[in-house]
């Protein structure tokens, strides 16, 4: 690792990364610590994939401001960043007269805070938009959208790396000692390196970075939400993403979304999480999950079932009265070069960008920021077979023969786009680097079938030993070793 | 003495009741063919199990082929042909039938290859 | 894009495409082509090393390899023409096959197209187990695959869920490669697999099974460091009170094959919702006229030599209609009756003799299998016991049959 750079950015989340491309357009060195095997493992990737509209938050606060304006500039972003995005717009539905006043009342506060084109509608026109959406009435938003949030964030970061930012992956900031220059030491688990500011975006250990970095008292509780993955034949189904009227705490019960790829999400529920790694699964929640999600979704069948995965939110609470507090985005005097940003939880997928702007205008209020003459805000993505007409995929082989050969069926990934996976700007070498990147192993047999292309082709491309393949985070080994000896392993 | 046997010689998989004293049946019920009482008999004097694998083989397309016995070998010594089978290597092509260890252990059977791999 | 056009086209290169290719070239039928997305012909049979198959079909007891390799060999005499390397994408109501392969992407249209893809196992997103996702939990499957082909291990501790017949088969092939199998957990009351593969494969490694028990938790954030097993009720709901944790890093599924008929999605096909196969008539024929449908993409069987038998009987029917260009109209339809899970056909003409495939639903002993149409008894056949995990063929003469009139099977 490099040992000084201008800015060290703890956290290569969503948020951490759009930073670390929104600070590239400067003339900074530039690093990004994770201390994951990948950019979105976390509660950057383990999420709806909503583009908020912005019409739940309290008119000036953070949240509300950076959702709007995050929201608007998303079709831009987009297409920059060479990213799939819908703007499919959203139900909220309601069954209740009390749901009725509460969808009024959004109406209005969403209005306030610049959310165009909000609409209360009634069930003939809910049916003429998605008749498999539940409830009497709903508050139509225009605006809404999806999105793959793993794409988001890894193209965001491939973008940095494009423009010069460092990623450094397996990487833990476990502390920081301040020098007698002012710059920061940072210490970490791959030895030390010194910058002169510091970001802390480190999502779920935000508030435990902030006590590091010498802000202490804020808290972070870990609130966990599960999901069930349906089958793209339910996704057939679902065309917009359908919620039910907010709760009175302004929190969303379990909803229905379709993802931008075709499946249909159902979750997220809403628990304490054990701890802020506690990502499993439980009984209870699946049983409340088919229970809640079969009103917002008449397709809720078990047959539809290919995967549960589960999320968590880092909110930020008041610690006398736990109520949920606005994202933390500060830079204090007393506590110079250090850019904090704490509890950032939903919207923040809508946020980060707006978020990664407001955090460079706290560096630049305090010092001159170069523009980089070579900044380019345009990252090409891997083309997908998948998403290509009949002449496109002929044209694709001819060039490519990788292209033509079928490496996951489900969700007809090829061999071509599995290599330039393998060999991604950020250097990922691990097989759900390939899934994220690829959407290998996400359709119906979950890997069945291309599983044991994806890990012979890491093995050939990187010439790693099989025993070293891990499936995800550092220790998730697949192999013990040969069955019979040979090289290989 | 009695004792319930499944017979393993074809997919019917008979529940096959014999009555029997030390290695003499006198009594066989629920076979439905005549290997079942044939099973039950080899299943008290020296039961008798087949037994597949794969051994390395080098310049092939596949770094395995698969390997079992011509003949089924006593139960108790599988383990130990596990072992003599491991020391084994062929180089492609491989060719079904072919014999890679005669008489393994001693006990008769041959392992031979099951499976065509191609050279590279 | 050109559209190549051949008389017979089959999907897939495992046992059952082959046999049909073979049976149809010997039906007299010229022009048959293979597509196979694999570098060679022979399915899952490549991976399936153990010995025991080929007793009905060629009276002796071969390994999956050597099974395959003679229709492989046959196929080859004939002159068949394999594509390999050739994934099918879709099919098109008309019959219009899309498929991809390093090659380039080409659209090919059979006056029959035979679809015989096989079959893919259900996953642990399937089963919605709770718990955490870490590394080391593979279908049997996948496991066979990494071990019997790739040369790799997958783990050393193994817990293995569901008795389905890969899942005992890999208990022995782990076993004999060192691996520790702790146990086999099956949630049914009774085992799913063939009982001969209980007593080879469990029972003389001294494997414990345990009936009416399933994996309630999953442990272990980077590999599978334990699960959880719970006891089941008669509804399959864990009983409170009787979990217990075993320490594994490998847990291997054998909980169900589903048909593999994902390409057909969007033609139309009707799918029958037991089976997750198509719906097909005695001739084997789905409702999209020249297309058919045998072995495990039809009905998951459980033996090798049945799915041969049935893509034969496939290909004389398919032969039969290339030839005359129509088959007999199959109005009657055959019901599933009491204790009876599915039944293939479900569509008959009542005019000639076929096949009746059908599984039970629960394990029964003495029973009494009897086919009645019109209020009659068109069959009546008696067996010492049926399985689910066995599925039960006879022949229905045609003598026998009305041709009006819907049959109905039942075991009682």
Known sequence: MQQNYDVVIIGGGVVGSAIARELSRYRLRIAVLEKESDVCTQTSGRNTGMLHAGFLYKTGTLKAICAVEGNQEFDQVAAELDIPFKRTGKLIVGFTDEDRQR????????????????EIIDRKRMDELDPSAGGNFAMWCPASGILDPFLYTIALAENAVHNGVEYHLNCAFTGETRQADGTHLLHTTQGDVSTRWVVNSAGLNSAVVSEQLGIPGYVIKPVKGEYFVLDKLAGQYAKIPVYPAPNPDNTFDTHATPTVDGNVLVGPDSQLARDFQDYESTQAAMDGLIESGSRMFKHMDRSYFIRNFAGIRPKRIDPETGVVQDFVLECRDEVPGVVNLVGIESPGLTSALPLARRAVALIAQREVLTPNPNFDPVRHGIRRFADMSDEERAQAIAENPDYGEIYCRCEKVTRAEIL????????V???????VRTRATMGRCQGGYCETRITEALHQELGEAFARIDLGPQGSWMFTGSVKGGDQA | MTRTFTCIICPNGCEITAQYEGTRVDAIEGATCPKGADYVRQELTDPRRNIATSILVEGGELPLVSVRLDKPIPKKDIFRVMEAINQ?????????????LPDVCGLGANVIITKNVAAL | MNVERHQAVVVGGGPAGLAAAIQLREKGIDDVVILEREHRTGGILRQCIHDGFGLTRFGETLSGPEYAQRFVDRAEELGIPCLTDTTVLTLEADRTLTASGPAGLRKIQGDAVILTMGCRERTRGALAIPGSRPAGIYTAGVAQEYINLRNLMVGREVVILGSGDIGLIMARRMTLEGAHVKGVYEVQPYPSGLPRNIEQCLNDYNIPLHLSHTVTDIHGRERLEGVTISQVDEHFRPIPGT???VDCDTLILSVGLIPAGDIANGSGLAVDGRTKGAFVDEHYQTNLPGVFSAGNVLHVHDLVDFVSLEAEALAAAAAEYLKQGSLPPCPLEVKAGKNVGHVIPQRISGK???????RVRQPMKKVTLTVTQNGREVLRRKFPKALPAEMIQLAVAAEKLETTGDLEVSVE
């Open chain 1, 420 to 427: 330039q996976a393998i060999h991604n700007p950020l250097g």
């Open chain 3, 352 to 358: 000639r003799g076929f096949t009746l495939s059908l």
């Open chain 2, 88 to 100: 084994l290597k062929v180089t492609a092509p491989t060719v079904i039938g072919q014999v890679v």
């Open chain 1, 429 to 435: 070498h691990t097989v759900n680097g390939v899934k």
């Open chain 3, 243 to 245: 979990e217990e944790r």
């Open chain 1, 103 to 118: 969808l009024e009342n959004f109406k209005a506060r969403g209005e306030a805070n610049g959310v165009k084109g909000l």
